[in-house]
């Protein structure tokens, strides 16, 4: 058992704004973005649920499916009308992107009974989508380049979140500009591998949860650009020194549980965690 050590005695106490935490003019313009896409007391039971609700701020790349849509088989069609999109983008020569089987099976229940309301909104949705869908992306705030490359999913009852990726091209413009995401007062037990696939995410709020094992943030490692991490409220932060632990297993990581600490205060904790080792 590492030794018992007050943290504010090494010096995390969320005061200090340090210079080298400035983020270069040139990456900030990459990730020019409009506001967070907001789904928060959104009453979500899983994430696959906010394609059938709009978010109550930001704007969604696409809108929400009618009432009696059917969430799996409205984003299979548009991850095919994603894949002929990047094809023909990627074809010498072409001007426009062929229908999709995928998406033309959106409308087609396959047992001869006729087409359901649901799937005839969703193939009507995505068609009209599809004509525009080599167009340049929308500008949706002064200066973006994407609509968002936030999302906000907090103060939900989410026991998961599987499914994520799939989600989030119905959200975002692009997923792998994911920078920002916001899960916090829900009922999620792990750190989940869902958030490993978007490396260039940033922060991370994961705090009012239902962690209990420690060992899950170094699932974190596998993101090279997280800087800030929140993981009050759940059980790990019961653990005795259990911040110095979490910033010294993540040597990027800039920012923890709303305290921002210095280039000399890390080198206190990674002293401590060193000499706890030895113990």
Not at 260 to 279: A, N, P, Q
């Amino acid at each position: 058992m590492p030794p018992i050590v007050a943290e504010a005695s090494l010096g995390i106490t969320g005061r200090h704004r340090a210079a080298w935490l400035t983020q270069p003019l040139s990456e900030q313009k990459t990730l020019a973005a409009g506001p967070p896409v907001d789904y928060s007391f959104k009453d979500l039971k899983t994430v696959i649920d906010l394609v059938m609700v709009e978010p109550t701020s930001g704007t969604a790349r696409k809108p929400a499916l009618p009432p009696d849509g059917n969430p799996m088989e409205y984003l299979e069609a548009l991850a095919a009308q994603d894949q002929v999109r990047a094809d023909s983008e990627s074809a010498t020569g072409a001007s426009t992107a062929a229908a999709s089987p995928l998406l033309l099976a959106a409308g087609n229940p396959g047992n001869g009974s006729g087409t359901p309301s649901g799937s005839n909104s969703i193939k009507r949705m995505l068609t009209t989508q599809r004509s525009s869908a080599i167009s340049p992306k929308p500008v949706t705030a002064l200066g973006a380049k994407l609509n968002s490359n936030s999302l906000r999913l907090c103060n939900n009852h989410l026991l998961s979140l599987n499914g994520l990726s799939r989600v989030m091209r119905h959200v975002l413009d692009d997923p792998s500009q994911l920078v920002w995401l916001d899960v916090s007062s829900n009922q999620l037990g792990t750190i989940e591998d869902a958030v490993l696939e978007f490396p260039s995410l940033q922060v991370l709020y994961y705090h009012g949860n239902n962690i209990t094992n420690i060992n899950d943030v170094l699932k974190l490692q596998a993101l090279p650009k997280l800087n800030k991490l929140t993981l009050h409220g759940n059980p790990i932060a019961e653990t005795k020194n259990y911040k110095n632990w979490v910033v010294a297993h993540l040597p990027n990581l800039r920012n923890m549980d709303f305290g921002t600490f210095t280039k000399e205060e890390r080198g206190k904790i990674e002293t401590w965690y060193k000499l706890s080792k030895k113990k």
